[in-house]
């Protein structure tokens, strides 16, 4: 499920990229004025008529598979299987894999201190 979302999310931003590139090659309705009087705009590379036809044509079909990878998009990403809390996401570790405990003997006094210090100990008493 990831791969469709990274291959969508890559195709979207081709997309967009390619639309904003011909959307800023087409020129406006007040440009067909200035076409008149010999301004440039009829030794364009598709002449003065189909430059307008074949941009608009492949606009339209970019600005469709636009929508069409916006709304796929969408569904991919609104029907994840997301668990309910992150502690839902963690995987438990397996007793099997804990470490063992390992327990040396020391020469300390045990924690709570009701031995008798001068029994367990190698030091000798004190006078």
């Known amino acids: 499920m990831e791969n469709i979302t990274s291959i969508l999310t890559i195709v979207q931003v081709l997309l967009s990229i390619s639309l904003i590139a011909l959307i800023l090659m087409q020129h406006g309705k ?5 076409a008149a009087f010999g301004s440039g705009a009829s030794a364009s590379v598709f002449g003065a008529r189909g430059s307008g036809n074949f941009l608009s044509k492949t606009t339209g079909i970019l600005a469709t598979l636009f929508f069409i990878v916006c709304l796929s998009l969408a569904y991919v990403t609104s029907n994840r299987q997301v668990p309910d809390s992150i502690m839902q996401s963690v995987t438990t570790i397996e007793t099997e894999q804990a470490m ?24 000798p008493p004190a006078n």
């Open 30 to 34: 007040g440009a067909d004025a200035g």
């Open 100 to 123: 063992p405990v390992v327990t040396e003997s020391t020469d300390l006094p045990p924690a709570g201190g009701t031995t008798d210090a001068a029994t367990e100990s190698d030091l």
